[in-house]
T-cell receptor, first 110, second 114 residues
Framework: GDSVTQMEGPVTLSEEAFLTINCTYT??????LFWYVQYPGEGLQLLLK?????DKGSNKGFEATYRKETTSFHLEKGSVQVSDSAVYFC?????????FGKGTMLLVSP | ETGVTQTPRHLVMGMTNKKSLKCEQH?????MYWYKQSAKKPLELMFV???????ENNSVPSRFSPECPNSSHLFLHLHTLQPEDSALYLC?????????????FGPGTRLTVL
């Protein structure tokens, strides 16, 4: 079945550091790929998405590119802020199903 | 502000209680979902409704009973729960586009079963 693997956290960075959170997937067919973010005490918010190979999703300075050849969808940001501290979830979706990774906690210190 | 609201935000109940979680979406979507989020585990899809009909039920114990009276409302009825059912219960909605559905989540109900 479909699955998503994310790097273990927490990821601890200083403000303005470069961020990469790795995500790889296994899927049949051609799923869409998503990154969701969950701030403390809140539900999940869609951060960005890509619906086909080589698409790049971007939002709020975050980017991820749908790489079919490496089955990856790594999340990157050039300069993180304290306010980016949250849990990030990679997910793949088709029809009614979203398959999530376990989440990666990001902690950004001033 | 995602347009999906959930009540209550926090709930503490005993194992013999009966309670219900409520979800309402204001986005005009036609599909709604219940997820369970436990510590250290991936989100678990519990139920999916499309056009008010259940389309997926992922082996969820019968002590959880969903209800979707219309496309804007979704309930999760709880009875005789176990302490291991303590978790964050998330509701989501989407517009069925055929190939994929971008899901919008509510803030969740934090459930504690004593």
């Amino acid at each position: 079945g479909d699955s998503v693997t994310q790097m273990e956290g927490p990821v601890t960075l200083s403000e303005e550091a470069f961020l990469t959170i790795n995500c790889t997937y296994t899927a049949t067919g051609y799923p869409s790929l998503f990154w969701y973010v969950q701030y403390p005490g809140e539900g999940l918010q869609l951060l960005l998405k890509a619906t086909k190979a080589d698409d790049k999703g971007s939002n709020k300075g975050f980017e991820a590119t749908y790489r079919k050849e490496t089955t990856s969808f790594h999340l990157e940001k050039g300069s993180v802020q304290v306010s980016d501290s949250a849990v990030y979830f990679c997910a793949l979706g088709s029809k009614f199903t979203l398959t999530f990774g376990k989440g990666t906690m990001l902690l950004v210190s001033p | 502000e995602t347009g999906v609201t959930q009540t209550p935000r926090h709930l503490v109940m005993g194992m013999t209680n009966k309670k219900s979680l409520k979800c309402e979406q204001h986005l005009g979507h036609n599909a709604m979902y219940w997820y369970k989020q436990s510590a250290k585990k991936p989100l678990e899809l519990m139920f999916v409704y499309s056009l008010e009909e259940r389309v997926e039920n992922n082996s969820v114990p019968s002590r959880f009973s969903p209800e979707c009276p219309n496309s804007s409302h979704l309930f999760l009825h709880l009875h005789t729960l176990q302490p291991e059912d303590s978790a964050l219960y998330l509701c989501a909605s989407s517009q069925d586009r055929g190939d994929y559905n971008e899901q919008f989540f509510g803030p969740g109900t934090r459930l504690t079963v004593l």
